[in-house]
């Protein structure tokens, strides 16, 4: 089974500054990849996902980018940061082609101050 | 248009009470259901999924859900709630082959000792 692992668990930036959360993937290879955020109270929202090294889709036009320089590396970067970025931040992946449903890391949980 | 109902926000039940918590989809293509949930500040866990056949699936930690394809509903089911069960239940969709899952928007169970 996969595993994700997602840092830091908590995050407190000032606006303006730079951003880069990273999510590693284990027990899998190929994977399909995701970035959700959750703000405050709300439900998921899809970023970005990729299907490969290199391929981002982008679902949401903001501020924050992603990349996949690894095929089990996913990293969510902004260049500067808004107030309206916080949230909980979230990492997903799923078999490709399998469609046996996401599994997710455990989050981080980034406050823009 | 592809979504996902999940019409009670918030739910409120007394442990060892029985739990449904309701999922309502429009999709155009034959449907893969998912229930994921959440613990407070935690990512999202895979409860169970419905592809194919029975309608009536069982899942991790005692919860099941049944497909009515009539209805268009995936309503996920507990015989006999705990207070570890306290947490937000998300629902989704997706179909063979697809990219993206459409989530539903949460619903938040309390239980009452």
């Known amino acids: 089974s996969q595993t994700i692992h997602q840092w830091p668990a908590t995050l407190v930036q000032p606006v303006g500054s730079p951003l880069s959360l990273e999510c590693t993937v284990e027990?899998?290879?190929?994977?399909?990849l995701y970035w959700y955020r959750q703000a405050a109270g709300r439900g998921l929202q899809l970023l970005f996902y990729s299907v490969g090294i290199g391929q981002i889709s982008s679902e949401v036009p903001q501020n924050l980018s992603a990349s996949r320089p690894q095929d089990r590396q996913f990293i969510l970067s902004s260049k500067k940061l808004l107030l309206s970025d916080s949230g909980f931040y979230l990492c997903?992946?799923?078999?490709?082609?399998?469609?046996?449903?996401?599994?997710f890391g455990s989050g981080t949980r980034l406050t823009v101050v | 248009a592809q979504s996902v109902t999940q019409p009670d926000i918030h739910i409120t039940v007394s442990e060892g009470a029985s739990l449904e918590l309701r999922c309502n989809y429009s999709?155009?293509?034959?449907?893969?259901l998912f229930w994921y949930v959440q613990s407070p500040g935690q990512g999202l866990q895979l409860l169970l999924k419905y592809f194919s056949g029975d309608t009536l699936v069982q899942g991790i930690k005692g919860f099941e859900a049944e497909f009515k394809r009539s209805q268009s509903s995936f309503n996920l089911r507990k015989p006999s709630v705990h207070w570890s069960d306290a947490a937000e239940y998300f629902c989704a969709v997706g179909a063979r082959g697809t990219y993206k899952y459409i989530f539903g928007t949460g619903t938040r169970l309390k239980v009452l000792a």
């Open positions: 997903a992946s799923e078999d490709r082609g399998k469609n046996y449903g996401y599994t």
């Open positions: 027990g899998t290879s190929n994977p399909n």
């Open positions: 999709y155009g293509a034959t449907p893969y």
